[in-house]
Each structure stands twice: as C-alpha cells, then as structure tokens.
C-alpha cells in the first residue's frame, strides 16, 4: 500500500502560499479573530447604527516587521456605524460599516499595537478590510434577537483573515549579524 501523506501536506499547505508575502512586504501572517459584536441601532432609522467588538482576540501566526515572530494571541476591539444593504434591517445583518479597529499581538521583539480604519460588508457572510487586515467573517449564534421579533442587537464575530504590512522596518532595530 502507498503512503499519501506526502500528498496531503502538500495539499493540507496549499492554502498557506497566499499568505507568502511579496518581496517588498515586512509582514505576513495568517489570523482569526474572534469577540463578541454588539448593533446599537438608531431609535429614529433602525436601518443606520453603529457597532462595536468587544472583548475580542486576535492569534496570529507569521511574521511581522521582516523578521519578528508573532508569538501569541492579542487583544482586538472596534467600533463604527452600520447602513443597511438595500431591502434590509441595519441590525438583521445585512449591511456595510466602517470605524476603526484597534489591536494588539505580542511578537518575539515586542508587542505590536495597531489602530486603523476598517471597511466591511456583510451579507450573510462578510468581507472587510484595514490597511493590514483582510478578511471574511461571519456573525455567528449565541443571537440576542432574532430579526423576526425583534433586531439582533448581540452576537459573535469570527474571521479569519492575512495580515500583510508593507511598512519599511525600522532601520535602528537590532538586526542578528549574517555569517
């Protein structure tokens, strides 16, 4: 009987070559996030809101700053507002937002802490992005509400996303000497 094992890695890792930074790239990993989402919606339009994730966790693996490794998972949060997609409620998950996301992930050298704006789109499952992160992610059961009854105004959120940076490194950083 013939092994396949070297045929499932190599499909098992396939996935992973989109995570291979370009030559000019100072980062590159592979993340989920995961916390819990909260939709506020307006009492005047329940079709305009906002949203905030907290407590979340990031837990990356890769590299960040060309050369340091991300050791551990960090702490992520956000906030921003929400519009309903066409034919839609804001807070039946369907609709698009942006705000800001803040997070932070130990690496070998030091903890990164990164604050930037984030787009997303969400229709049943969702895409958003950051200068660093993209992503899909998608609104999960435990539900507060039920979009029938009564707006989903809790739930939780959890994406998997690359995070690529394209930052120079810092010059003055300690660099091991090359033999």
């Known amino acids: 009987m013939k092994r396949s094992w070297p045929w499932a890695w190599a499909l098992a890792s396939l996935p992973l070559a989109g995570f291979v930074p370009a030559a000019d790239a100072t980062g590159a990993a592979a993340c989920t996030i995961t916390g ?55 807070t039946c998950l369907r609709n698009v937002g942006s705000g800001t996301v803040d997070y932070t992930f130990p690496t070998a050298a030091s903890d990164v802490h990164l604050v930037e704006r984030q787009d997303y789109t969400l ?11 993209r992503g899909a992610f998608q609104v999960t059961p435990p539900y507060d509400g039920d979009c029938v009854t009564k707006p989903i105004t809790k739930a939780l959120f959890v994406a998997e996303t690359t995070l690529v940076r394209f930052v120079p490194p810092d010059p003055e950083r300690y660099r091991p000497p090359k033999h």
């Open 36 to 90: 819990t989402i909260t939709f506020i919606h307006s009492p005047d339009d329940n079709t305009q809101g906002v949203w905030t994730i907290d407590p979340g966790i990031i837990d990356c693996r890769g590299l960040f700053n060309g050369y340091d490794r991300i050791v551990g998972p960090g702490r992520f949060t956000g906030t921003g507002s929400y519009t309903a997609l066409p034919g839609g409620t804001g």
């Open 123 to 133: 229709a049943g499952v969702g895409a958003f992005t950051t200068p660093t992160l």
